[in-house]
């Protein structure tokens, strides 16, 4: 049975919860969902400049998983801007 998951602390606040590409209809699109912890990592790394030792005890979570998420985001991402995806940032449960 794997471990429970660890609460991770977020501190963006996050107003758009949704992308898509210019002039693409939503119902011909492909999604893409990103956890609001990804978008945390991607905010502390990304746009904050934050190292990942540092980004991970903001998040209060080991350098390792944090290392985890933000590789998850960078990845997901990705996939969305080179096909032509909608993403979408969810809350989590």
């Known amino acids: 049975m794997p471990r429970p998951c660890k609460t991770r602390k977020i501190n963006g606040e996050f107003k758009v919860k949704y992308f898509k590409p210019r002039k693409t209809p939503l119902n011909s699109l492909q999604e893409i969902s990103l956890d609001v912890c990804e978008v945390e990592a991607i905010r502390l790394a ?3 400049g934050m190292y990942q030792e540092e980004a991970a005890k903001e998040m ?6 944090f290392g ?12 969305a801007l080179i096909n032509g995806k909608a993403i979408k940032i969810e809350d989590y449960a």
């Open 68 to 79: 985890n998420i933000i590789n998850s985001a960078h990845k997901k991402i990705a996939d």
């Open 60 to 65: 209060e979570v080991s350098r390792q998983t």
């Open 46 to 48: 990304d746009y904050e």
